[in-house]
């Protein structure tokens, strides 16, 4: 994929891969349920309308079995791909550790030159996402914090844990896992100039500027996409992973990846409809609290 041709890339690859960095990356308010959203009508096919499923998460999330069950699992797959008895099964192809790293290092070279705006809980998963990403290349960051703010919040998340790697503070820059990447300060999209970073895909998670209308800044500063990281509130193509991602077509230059509980419930349901089908139904789910949700009587 490294090697292909940087027009194709461009109308259809880069902003895919950046999809997946985004549809990889977890919701942010939660770490055991999912948030309760209507499935939106584009983003459901031809389910029709607004579909809900009533699915406990646990359920998903517990479906691994114990010790032994893994293991047995382990070893059957291994040995229906005639692998070795302590191979893993979920990289059967996967080289040596320093090929791989050497593989990595090259694929680096040619990634998809990446910026992100807006460094709140998803942005700061998704620079996770980006840095270990061979195919992604994070060049600069947008906030309103300062240099070593952020790296303090990257570094540190209360739900998801320590970042498990290397984060320095340069000036105004942030050296991740031996990566530098530049920061700008500014709430203003036409301020930053992402044209002089190089930056040709962004992942745009301030919540803001979610329109083409209002990210168009962006456009003009130099990006070729806009991937929001929330629902558009316009008509912007919507795509998830797993769904309907084989519609983007390369023409729109900005794409919504939906909201966490689409993500999160949208894959099942199309698995459920295309082999069954679905008349209606009913999702319930639990969220935590949000940064912006009074923990206490306020008004």
């Known amino acids: ?9 461009a109308a259809r690859g880069a902003p895919l891969a950046l999809a997946r960095a985004l549809a990889a990356t977890p919701c942010p ?27 406990p998460w646990r359920h998903v999330r517990g479906t691994c079995g114990g010790p032994a069950q893994r293991r047995s699992s382990t070893a059957h797959r291994n040995a229906h791909h005639n692998l070795g008895p302590n191979t893993n099964h979920a990289f059967p192809l996967l080289r040596s550790a320093k090929s791989a790293r050497a593989t990595r290092a ?54 998801h ?3 498990d790697g290397t984060i320095e503070v340069d000036g105004d820059k942030l050296i991740i896992d031996g990566q530098t990447v530049e920061t700008t300060h500014t709430r203003v ?49 919507t795509i998830v992973m797993g769904v309907n991602q084989e519609e983007y077509d390369g023409s729109e230059d900005f794409v919504s990846c939906a909201s966490c509980t689409t993500n999160g419930l949208a894959p099942l349901v199309k698995i459920i409809n295309d082999e069954f089908g679905i008349a209606e139904g009913l999702m319930t789910t639990v969220h935590a609290m949000t940064a912006t949700q009074m923990v206490v009587d306020g008004s």
């Open 189 to 237: 999209p036409s301020e930053i100039g992402w044209e002089k970073f190089g930056v040709d895909y962004l992942c745009e998670s301030t919540g803001v500027f979610l329109t083409g209308e209002s990210a168009q800044a962006h456009i003009d500063g130099g990006v070729k996409k806009v991937i929001f990281s929330a629902p558009a509130k316009d008509d912007s193509q």
């Open 1 to 9: 994929m490294g090697r292909e041709d940087w027009a194709a890339r």
């Open 106 to 159: 090259t694929m680096k070279m040619e990634a998809v030159p990446c910026g992100i705006n807006g460094f709140g809980r998803i942005g700061r998963l998704v620079a996770r996402t980006m840095i270990k990403n061979p195919e992604t290349n994070l060049l600069c960051i947008n906030t309103g914090a300062a240099a070593n703010y952020m790296a303090y919040q990257m570094k540190y998340d209360s739900v």
């Open 29 to 55: 308010a939660q770490e055991h349920a999912r948030p309760g959203l209507a499935l939106p009508r584009r983003s459901a096919g031809s389910l029709g309308g607004h579909i809900f499923l009533s699915v």
């Open 161 to 163: 844990g320590r970042y």
